[in-house]
């Protein structure tokens, strides 16, 4: 039987939107890299799978009311782009940011790599822009 590599990578954006990690195990390889760029708190970041799986729960913390939709995928070989919209009311600290208590909408895409049926690379390239300025947070021009 075919893996769905889309509908595993839409399971795994879905991530973001749920306080649960829906047996991400049987999909992520133990050896699972995370790229992020930008990185939340600043610069870019590759993360390992602990890293990341702490980046998510630190994020489920943070916000509330998430919800995570993906509006567009292509899978071309071992590869799937997802573009993705999310939205979250941010209610605790995260990544250095105190709470504002103000909803934010970003757009991003991830770039998912599979290998032996397993998700093994991520590249994230979101619209931290976006995300800052809608907890009033963006840099402003003087």
């Known amino acids: 039987m075919a893996t769905n590599h889309k509908s595993t990578s839409k ?3 879905e991530l973001w939107g749920d306080n649960a990690m829906h047996r991400s195990d049987d999909y992520l390889a133990a050896s699972y890299v995370n790229h992020q760029m930008p990185d939340a708190a ?3 970041s590759t993360k390992s799978l602990a ?3 702490s980046l ?3 994020f489920h913390e943070a916000f509330s009311d998430v919800k995570m939709e993906v509006l567009l995928q292509v899978h071309e070989r071992d590869y799937v782009c997802s573009r ?3 939205t979250g009311k941010h209610t ?3 990544e250095g940011l105190a709470a504002t208590g103000k909803t934010s909408t970003w757009t991003g895409v991830d770039t998912d790599r599979y290998e032996d049926g397993k998700l093994v690379e991520t590249w994230v390239d979101w619209d931290k822009y976006s ?4 907890l009033g947070l963006a840099p402003r021009d003087s």
């Open 51 to 53: 890293e990341w799986k």
């Open 11 to 13: 399971h795994f954006l």
């Open 131 to 134: 995300f800052l300025d809608g």
């Open 92 to 94: 605790g600290a995260f």
């Open 42 to 44: 600043g610069g870019t």
């Open 84 to 86: 993705f919209r999310m």
């Open 56 to 58: 998510l729960a630190g």
